[in-house]
């Protein structure tokens, strides 16, 4: 089993920055993608950005160059650096790690951007 522990969400004012964190913990492999999803009322679960264990990357669109995702292999942690933040990404972000057929889900974090 694999556990994940979000966080570092909260409420900001629109422009601002927050820093999300992801420690996993429990039988990981070695080789594996980490990432972050998130979920707005009434909207599906999307992709934010995901990274490998030998650190590629993908972004969404919406996010690229506004958000940078990072990890710390040797903690298990993946980060999510969000900035210029805007009320459209008022969400749920979920931390996701998987390594082959197995995936994993953090609880959530909130994050709320005012306008």
């Known amino acids: 089993q694999v556990q994940l522990v979000e966080s570092g969400g909260g409420l900001v004012q629109a422009g601002g920055s927050l820093r999300l964190s992801c420690a996993a913990s429990?039988?990981?492999?070695?080789?594996?993608?980490m990432g972050w999803y998130r979920q707005a009322p009434g909207k599906q679960r999307e992709l934010v950005a995901t990274i490998t264990s030998g650190g590629i990357t993908n972004y969404a669109n919406s996010v690229k160059d506004q958000f940078t995702i990072s990890r710390d292999n040797a903690k298990n942690t993946v980060y999510l650096q969000m900035n210029s933040l805007k009320p459209e990404d008022t969400a749920v972000y979920y931390c996701n790690c998987r390594f082959g057929l197995q995936s994993y889900w953090g609880q959530g974090t909130q994050v709320t951007v005012s306008s």
């Open positions: 429990g039988s990981i492999f070695s080789i594996n993608v």
